[in-house]
């Protein structure tokens, strides 16, 4: 036991105080605390005038010919007086119907940046749209103009019917569905945006750190340092600090990323609750919470130590660091293949039932059990299950991982062949 907390320590040490790992965590806090205060960075740049543009404001330049019915019906010409439309969409609009524009000068004028959008209206609900094919943004107006344009349309068409029925015909088109909406299990837009998050978290966090041991076995591998190591510990002591020395390392980098995340909610919530901030409506709506803070962190491990103890026993077995990648290619087309079957289970192609298999298969068990937790469709009794699963799954993995660290860094000087390997398993 001294000689695995001595390995620990070393380990923990050692990436703590590398230049690497202090950078990249410098990095992920700065990049989460601007992150979260992004609304509130856009509401001060706003306010000071940053991104307004001329004497528009923040509204684009339009403009607006009328024809045929538009021009001589009451209705329309009141619908489409400029003061009319400019008070609907943040559109500054200008009248051309006096002038009648060919399409060709229309165009020319959206080429040239004087509008973003034209529209050509005769009346009905027929129009033409010019848009800017160059600005993203030019069709932003459609839907909203299309619905206006419809509404304007059948009060026109109503006004001609008969007195004694138009309101009839008026309390018939007023007529709408409300659909009083009930998310069972949040919001599934948000559920689905954090199973997404933790997802890749999960991902990257358990390949990054698991490679970290890869490295660390493969660099000493290349150094006198190993044939040190094994005179002093022995290789499954070694192998045990190492794992656990990197996850504790792996656990003080991610509760400070977590750390900056909530102080970053802390911090701007008050704006995000004054300003009714959709990142408000996120936290509340999703399945946000210390429950499934501690059930990440739990799966987090579990996931990290198992890749980890294979990872090393991979990477005992060779001589050179470019041939880490080689050997860790198990690893990578789990990995692979776990955050495909996530995906399949957060975007619902994947049965229950299948999802609900995988999630018990022990190295996709992280990330597919956290997908269909997100989503509702895990318990809390097939939490434990999975949990239990993992341990087991660790314990087989590292007793065999165990033996074939011992022979792989025996070999320190040279690369042990599978035939070397399968002789190890079978003989120890």
Known sequence: MKNIMNVLRFEYKGFVSAKSYRVVLIIFVVCILVLTSIPQLMGMFQSIGVGNSGNTGTKVNAAIVLSGDALTNDIYKTAFATDKLDS????????????????????????????????????????????????????????????????????????????????????????????????????????????????MFMLYTIIGYANYVSSSVVTEKTSKAMEL??????????????????????????????????????????????T????????????????????????????????????????????????????????????LCSLLFGFLTLFGVLSKSVAEVLSFVPFFTPICMLARYTLGDASISQLVIGAVVLLAAIAVVAYIAAKIFRMGVMLYGTKATPKQLWKALKNS
Do not use: C
């Not at 990142?279 to 890749?307: K, N, P, Q, R, T």
């Open 88 to 199: 609907y969409g943040g559109v500054q609009w200008t009248d051309l119907s006096s002038q009648q524009p060919s399409v060709a000068a229309i165009s020319e004028a959206i080429k040239n940046g004087d509008y973003l959008f034209a529209d050509y209206y005769p009346g009905g609900t027929d129009y033409k749209f010019y848009a800017a094919g160059n600005k993203i943004n030019s069709h932003d107006s459609i839907g909203s103009m299309s619905d206006y344009i419809t509404e304007v349309a059948r009060n026109a068409e109503i006004a001609l019917l008969p007195a004694d029925t138009q309101a009839a015909v008026e309390r018939i088109s007023s007529i709408t569905a409300n659909a009083d909406i009930i998310d069972v299990g949040g919001s599934a837009g948000s559920n689905f945006l954090l199973g997404y998050l933790i997802i």
């Open 229 to 274: 190591l094994i005179t002093a510990v022995k290789p499954l002591h070694l192998m045990v600090g190492k794992v656990i020395g990197v996850g504790l390392a792996a656990l003080t980098q991610v509760a400070a990323i977590v750390a900056s995340f909530v102080v970053g909610i802390v911090i701007n919530l008050p704006y995000w609750e004054a």
């Open 276 to 335: 009714n901030s959709s990142l408000l409506g996120l936290l509340s709506s999703s399945s946000m919470g210390v429950s499934l803070a501690v059930i990440v962190l739990v799966y987090f491990f579990l996931g990290f130590f198992l890749y980890a103890f294979l990872t090393a026993a991979f990477a005992s077995t060779v001589t050179r660091p470019e041939e880490a990648a080689t050997v860790n290619i198990l690893t990578t087309v789990l990995t």
